[in-house]
């Protein structure tokens, strides 16, 4: 099958790269750019292990044509890390065992990702609502509500830490 | 498991996707969020030579608020369930787009996706070394019908959510094509029969849902019966819409359902039934009565026809009891 040239961006940076149309994005981002952190658990739109969050929205990497998404921010799990450093929400999953075989997280922490992005201080039924596309064999899901609480309290004394800071 | 080959078309208005639609007759077909169709295309109930990716069309997104209201077929059902308009205009359309999929699957899968949904049965979305050993069926490669054998008629069930809600708020639906665009009422969509599911010819275009302005304000509930909570298409659903008087008799009113039967419809006699009629238990047996009648559920899905009979006949009734006392 002839490939495209494609141009897409990626967490803020741009790849431009030859696929096939009928390639999925989950696939592309894995296979051709080694981006593994997002997960294949079904490869059949049910699980939400491939969760990537496009132009501020959760979707599943594993329906996506790559190359129908050239004009979109595609945002992976890979992002949320600065400088080696684990994000406010990935170290609540770490903290209250949010995350045990791992195969669910990255997906999971996409969809609370945007979650966190909208709504500051979600209710525990805004956090269960935001991950009901989003499959745990392992965790029984209450450790993963706990990690969005964790990592809330933990932004929200960081920000204080921050004004205090200004003030002095 | 990988796609099959294709050549994806992207159009930049719809008059060229009409073209293109013309130009392959026969080998293409339209892909809008693709939620339904990928998944298809993966287990190989299709093969088309050429996609046509509705995406770059701008103008088949939005909701407008006239006359009624005006949904593009491009519109994302989660922008749907989430629009503060449509949930005080038509309530029973956002309690039904909210029930679609997932949260994950809502930001992808369009209002026209939604209605021109494939139907679905437990032989047909599977594998294809799972339908082989089965010796396939009717809808796809196959010669007989494993659900109801013997006959000639494909019994796959219209699943989609919004359907029944639009149904009931007596939608219109705009359909472009290389003839002239034409307008029809939704419930003029569905043929009820689980192969050739839509009167949609090869070349045409679902572009535009019109609310009409009479409907505007009806009360409204949905309910939905899945095996989970959440992701699971629907197994039987119910929509009603109401207009009451201050003195609590409705002045109007109709009932639809959906994953039933091979398409989405309205319950015959509802309307006249509800129309002059106070919230009764007579009443609402009588609903469940004319429900039980239009309906045919048969081994399509993991749910019983039994249970599925049953559990439409309860929903009718809190659906009808929720809607009045809201
Ligand atoms: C795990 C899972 C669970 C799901 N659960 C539900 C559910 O609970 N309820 C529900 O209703 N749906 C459900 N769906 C199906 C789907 O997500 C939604 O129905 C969605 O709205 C479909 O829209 P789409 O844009 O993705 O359609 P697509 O997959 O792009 O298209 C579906 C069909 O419609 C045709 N089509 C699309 N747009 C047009 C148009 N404008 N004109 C002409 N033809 C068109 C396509 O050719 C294709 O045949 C589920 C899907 C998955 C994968
Ligand atoms: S109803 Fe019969 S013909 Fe139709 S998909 Fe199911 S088994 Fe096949
Ligand atoms: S891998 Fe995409 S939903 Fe499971
Ligand atoms: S941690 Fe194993 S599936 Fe969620």
Redesign the pocket.
Known sequence: MRKELVDLSINGRRHELAVEPNRTLLDVLREDLRLTGTKCGCD???CGACTVVVDGQPMLSC?LLAVSYQDSQIQTIESLATQGELGALQRGFVQEGGSQCGFCTPGMVMSLHTLLESTADPTEEEVRAAISGNICRCTGYMQICRAVRHAVAEIREEEIREKERLHA | MTLPEFTLLRPRNLPEAIDSLDRHRGDI????????????LKQRL?APRYLLD?KPIRD?RGIRNGHGLTIG??T??GAIADSPLVAEKFPVLAAAAA????PV??T???????????TRCLWYNQSPFWRASCGFCLKKDGKVCHVAPGGEKCWAVF????APALLALGAEIE?ASPRASRRLPLADFYTGDGMARIK?AGD????RVHLPESSAGLRGAYF?Y?LRGS????LAGVAVALDLAPDGTCRRGALAVTALNPKPQLIPGAEAALRGSRLSDDLLDRLAELTNRAIKPLSTSASTPDYRRHIARVFVRRAVRQAWQA
């Open positions: 059949d739109s049910s329906l | 077909q339209v892909i809008a969020g693709g939620t339904d169709l990928v998944p298809s299709f509705l088949l077929a491009m994302t059902v029930a679609i999929a997932s699957l809502r992808t899968g369009t209002l026209g996706g939604n209605l021109c949904l494939d699943s989609g959510d919004t359909i949609l045409e275009i679902l572009t939905k899945r992701i699971d298409y629907p």
